[in-house]
């Protein structure tokens, strides 16, 4: 069930038997020479709108702008400021709130999001916390989970591609991203095969550090079949982990 594939008296019949929602939130930014810009928003996105159909919960709309300042220094890459990030945030789950939602579960595609999004809840609470009246909304809490964190999904990228995973433009999000998209699917040869790992703190850094994009990870091991059993691994992950948060 997509919230914006549905009716405003749909989304009220759903609130009498739930109080959860599902929001994808990713990333515009670049993936190394053979990934999509739009990666981190893909994967989150369809695995969601996947485990939502099968488990009959509602998922929002996607998140598709965060933390992305340090690749900037690569065309394509779109980002907010922190600061910006969290307002937003906060506002999203304000209006669910005060329609009655009280369990928003971010699932998440970008790693460079996570203090942000966090930070996000740390101001809500904190809107609750320091409230002098009583408030006319429910207690509602948030949660965030990165798609790649169910221990399965990790368990078969660490067998399947080792070291050569990575941490930025990895063969995992990258193969989910070509089966969901095969005409997208680029035959691009990396050098070095596997790229370097390194620290940064701007664009500038980033791209000096990391020329074609790539922290660590070899993505040209990325078959769209491995992207079809990780979607699957995550699908159950999601549902699992949901339906315990929606009912906590």
């Known amino acids: 069930m997509l919230l914006h594939h549905s009716s405003w008296p749909e989304i009220e019949a759903y609130l009498e038997k739930s109080k959860?929602?599902?929001?994808?939130?990713?990333?515009?930014?670049?993936?190394?020479?053979?990934?999509?810009?739009?990666?981190?928003?893909?994967?989150?996105?369809?695995?969601?709108?996947?485990?939502?159909?099968?488990?009959?919960?509602?998922?929002?709309?996607?998140?598709?702008?965060?933390?992305a300042q340090h690749h900037l220094g690569f065309p394509g890459t779109m980002t907010l400021r922190p600061s910006t990030m969290i307002a937003a945030i906060h506002d999203w789950v304000g209006s669910l709130a005060r329609h009655g939602f009280e369990r928003v579960y971010?699932?998440?595609?970008?790693?460079?999001?996570?203090?942000?999004?966090?930070?996000?809840?740390?101001?809500?609470?904190?809107?609750?916390?320091?409230?002098?009246?009583?408030?006319?909304?429910?207690?509602?809490?948030?949660?965030?989970?990165?798609w790649w964190d169910f221990k399965p999904v990790m368990d078969y990228c660490k067998k399947r591609y080792g070291s050569a995973h990575g941490a930025h433009a990895t063969p995992s999000e990258v193969a989910v991203t070509y089966f969901l998209h095969p005409q997208a699917i680029k035959d691009v040869e990396m050098a070095p095969k596997v790229a370097p790992w390194g620290r940064y703190t701007d664009a500038e850094s980033y791209r000096a550090a990391f020329p074609d994009g790539r922290i660590g990870s070899d993505p040209s091991l990325a078959d769209p079949k491995d992207g079809e059993q990780l979607i699957a691994l995550s699908v159950e992950g999601l549902i699992d982990d949901f339906r315990k948060f929606e009912a906590g």
Do not use: M, W
């Open 106 to 146: 971010f699932f998440n595609g970008h790693g460079g999001n996570v203090a942000t999004i966090e930070a996000a809840f740390a101001e809500i609470y904190a809107d609750r916390s320091l409230a002098q009246d009583a408030s006319n909304r429910g207690p509602v809490k948030c949660k965030r989970v990165n």
């Open 20 to 67: 959860g929602i599902v929001i994808p939130i990713g990333s515009t930014e670049q993936h190394g020479p053979n990934g999509l810009i739009g990666t981190d928003a893909i994967c989150p996105e369809a695995i969601a709108h996947r485990a939502g159909a099968e488990a009959g919960f509602l998922v929002g709309p996607t998140f598709n702008v965060g933390i």
